[in-house]
């Protein structure tokens, strides 16, 4: 045992020295979130993006997708006390708010039963749901919607899961 | 000591009966005048000194528990630095409100003395208590206190977003709801509302 730390640790000591004197100028690290800035100076944090609040419904990615929040949820308190979500898109509560009510999946406990209320499970809403902001995404997204991937290429990963 | 009490008081009340003999009438009119300047201006200034932030959160009960609460919302900080301290919201600005509101406080005083929620723990279990008495006392006034500063005519509609545009312009321009029914947890944290939570 002590034979293979004492290995092991030697292999991080030339792996680190390596790296050291390999290293290459921080600029050449790429731009990412960083940009240019050195290593060892602090970047000036971009500004807060502004929260999307036009309460227009976002299409879902893919139909498992925890729907978006399409507006402002500043200070929305969520604990053990009160669930401020829940008093628009509660069962009682959406006739007034006419905010869509959250789904039925969210009222069943682990077990399958269907509960009076919300779920334990599903409590805390910003564990899936998340407001968006308007941001220049620093890395573009690659992600293609199942509807617009081409016929084509669709075609015979279908024939191969077949087979 | 009974008889000597009401003996003191006979005296007293044949002093006060009798008209001056010493001090002419002009002296005591004008005397009684900036007496009673002096004496108005102290009990405002004392008054208004128990009106202040910092009075309040002299008590660690307020400090600890609604102060520190109230510092994460927009009433405490924002863009502009436009922010309503305890008073704006927890006091009548009128002045006979006002005064009946600081003798209903002297309920606070009795509860700062005999420490009622002294502990966070005991906040906590009446938390849920005196936020109905504020709830009660602003839906009995129309949120007074909030219109102090949100003036209705004065919201543009299109300033705001549609959600508040459409609760705006109909459930309160029509007075069927006023600002609590739907801002209730607006500056703290809110207690285990049960149903009322969602209302």
């Known amino acids: 045992m002590k034979r293979f730390l004492l290995a092991w640790g030697l292999c991080i000591a030339t792996g680190a020295a390596l790296a050291q004197s390999g290293a290459a100028p921080s600029g050449a690290l790429g731009g990412g979130l960083r940009g240019p800035t050195p290593l060892d100076v602090e970047t000036r944090p971009p500004l807060l993006p502004k929260p999307v609040n036009d309460d227009q419904r976002k299409p879902r990615a893919y139909p498992a997708q925890p729907p978006v929040i399409p507006h402002q949820t500043d200070n929305y308190q969520i604990d053990l006390r009160f669930n401020k979500c829940m008093s628009c898109h509660g069962r009682d509560r959406v006739g007034e708010s006419q905010a869509p009510m959250v789904s039925v999946t969210h009222y069943l406990d682990r077990e399958g039963n269907m509960r009076q209320e919300i779920s334990p499970r599903r409590y805390f809403c910003t564990q899936c749901h998340v407001p968006q902001t308007e941001v220049r995404v620093p890395v573009k997204n690659e992600f293609t919607d199942f509807y617009k991937v081409p016929a084509e290429s669709a075609k015979p990963a279908a024939k191969g899961a077949r087979k | ?199």
């Open chain 2, 1 to 199: 000591m009974m008889r000597r009490l009401a003996g003191f008081a006979r005296h007293a009340w044949s002093v006060v009966s009798r008209p001056s003999v010493y001090f002419s009438l002009g002296f005591l009119v004008v005397g009684g005048f900036i007496a009673g300047i002096v004496f108005w201006g102290a009990f405002n200034t004392a008054l208004e000194a128990t009106n202040t932030e910092v009075f309040c959160t002299s008590c660690h009960e307020m400090h600890d528990n609604v102060f520190q609460e109230l510092k994460a919302t927009i009433h405490y900080t924002n863009r502009s630095g436009v922010r309503a301290t305890c008073p704006d919201c927890h006091v009548p600005h009128n002045w006979t409100d006002k005064i009946a509101r600081k003798m209903q406080a002297s309920k606070e005083v009795w509860g700062k003395i005999f420490g009622s929620i002294n502990t966070r723990d005991k906040f906590l279990a009446k938390r849920r208590e005196l936020a109905e008495h504020e709830w009660a006392r602003l839906k009995a006034n129309n949120s007074l206190e909030c219109r102090n500063c949100h003036n209705f005519e004065s919201m543009d509609f299109t300033r705001q977003s549609e959600r508040a545009q459409a609760q705006h312009s109909t459930a309160l321009a029509r007075g069927e709801k006023t600002c609590i029914d739907c801002h209730k947890g607006i500056a703290h944290r809110l207690p285990e509302m049960g149903r009322v939570a969602e209302r």
